[in-house]
Every structure is written in structure tokens, then in C-alpha cells.
Antibody, heavy 122, light 105 residues
Framework: QVTLRESGPALVKPTQTLTLTCTFS??????????VSWIRQPPGKALEWLAL???????YYSTSLKTRLTISKDTSKNQVVLTMTNMDPVDTATYYC??????????????WGRGTLVTVSS | DIQLTQSPSFLSASVGDRVTITCRAS??????LAWYQQKPGKAPKLLIY???TLQSGVPSRFSGSGSGTEFTLTISSLQPEDFATYYC???????FGQGTKVEIK
């Protein structure tokens, strides 16, 4: 059974750095074609794609946020970590991680974690 | 960056209705498009990828079509469990449309 679970602080202060961890099971990020991505959703608003890392450690970032984001993986721990610097109240959102399955040229998100709500406030 | 525009943003419909949602891309994206359903407080669920391929386990009343810059998601006969928000996503750089909320008439 494939599962993903996001973890991290529920509250961060403005200007701080946010670190989120996606812990997954049922697949390996060392498998050719496999990827994990981060997406966020401010309350009542649309989904926003943030970053993606693939099995070969290639990394992709949202154009508008790339200066603030870093994505990394620890294959041995089945984890993907996202850091976002200089947090602001507008970054308040539910943050999701999702899997991109291997075997397709279309990199769609077939399974998602439940999300973790991060509030940015002093 | 490629922008996706969904229409309508809000849709009121009755059980049994045929519903169509449109997603337009600012540049051609071939068939690199997916559709997701999201219910309140829940993570999105994949419905369709490659513009028209139904994800395993998704009811056949859902269908997708289109290529290039114009795409549609159709629900052939709306069921009570289909009232939700629907998002399209382009699969080149993974940006999403702004969503279409389907509510009960």
C-alpha cells in the first residue's frame, strides 16, 4: 500500500525558514521514473505547485518561488524534504506532497498525502 | 510560464445533469493535462491524465478530451458524490488552473 504523510511545524513566524518532510511508503524514490512533488493550497484558494524531485535527483521549482525553495531526498529514509525561506503570512496554506508514478511520460500526481496546515504569524 | 484558465469558476447543477468544464492553456501543451477532484478538507484525487485517460477506479461517467490549448472534463450524469471542486493541471511544469466549484442546484 502506497502512503505519503507530511510533517512539520503548524506555526512559523514571519522571516523564519519552514522545513517540511514527506515520509512515504510502498515505493522507492530510487526506482527509475519515480518522483515526489510538493503542492500548497492557501485557505479557500487554488492549488499551487511548488517543487518536484525525481529518482535521478533532478529538481524542478516554481518559477515564482524558486529563490526561496529547496527540495531534497533521503532515499534510505523514504523521505523528501522541502525548505522555504523568508516565510510570510501569505504563505499560510495546507502543504501537500504527492507521488508521480513511474512508467509514464506524463508526470501526473497519482497519490497525495493528507496535507499539513502551516500558519505564518507572529 | 504556461497559464491555465478554467471556465466556469462556479457551476450549479442537479443530480443527473451532464456537466462540462473547460480548461484553456496559454500555449499548446499537446495532451499533457490532468484533472483532479477535491472535496472540502481532503487532498485532491486524480481523475484523468494524458487529457483523456481515466485513472484506475474512477467511474466511467467522468471523461476528458482535448489537446493543444483546449480541454474539457465531462461528467455524463452528475451524482451526489461529485459535488466538489475540479482542477486541471498541465504536466509540463505542473501548474494548476484556478478551479471549478460544482454545487448542488
Amino acid at each position: 500500500q502506497v502512503t505519503l504523510r507530511e510533517s512539520g511545524p503548524a506555526l512559523v513566524k514571519p522571516t523564519q525558514t519552514l522545513t517540511l518532510t514527506c515520509t512515504f511508503s510502498g515505493f522507492s524514490l530510487s526506482t527509475s521514473g519515480m518522483c515526489v512533488s510538493w503542492i500548497r493550497q492557501p485557505p479557500g484558494k487554488a492549488l499551487e505547485w511548488l517543487a518536484l524531485i525525481d529518482w535521478d535527483d533532478d529538481k524542478y521549482y516554481s518559477t515564482s518561488l524558486k529563490t526561496r525553495l529547496t527540495i531534497s531526498k533521503d532515499t534510505s529514509k523514504n523521505q523528501v524534504v522541502l525548505t522555504m525561506t523568508n516565510m510570510d503570512p501569505v504563505d499560510t496554506a495546507t502543504y501537500y506532497c504527492a507521488r508521480i508514478p513511474t512508467g509514464s511520460p506524463y508526470w501526473y500526481f497519482d497519490l497525495w498525502g493528507r496535507g499539513t496546515l502551516v500558519t505564518v504569524s507572529s | 510560464d504556461i497559464q491555465l484558465t478554467q471556465s466556469p469558476s462556479f457551476l450549479s447543477a442537479s443530480v443527473g445533469d451532464r456537466v462540462t468544464i473547460t480548461c484553456r492553456a496559454s500555449q499548446g501543451i499537446s495532451s499533457y493535462l490532468a484533472w483532479y477532484q477535491q472535496k472540502p478538507g481532503k487532498a485532491p484525487k486524480l481523475l484523468i491524465y494524458a487529457a483523456s485517460t481515466l485513472q484506475s477506479g474512477v467511474p466511467s461517467r467522468f471523461s476528458g478530451s482535448g489537446s493543444g490549448t483546449e480541454f474539457t472534463l465531462t461528467i455524463s450524469s452528475l451524482q451526489p458524490e461529485d459535488f466538489a471542486t475540479y482542477y486541471c493541471q498541465q504536466l509540463n511544469r505542473w501548474t494548476f488552473g484556478q478551479g471549478t466549484k460544482v454545487e448542488i442546484k
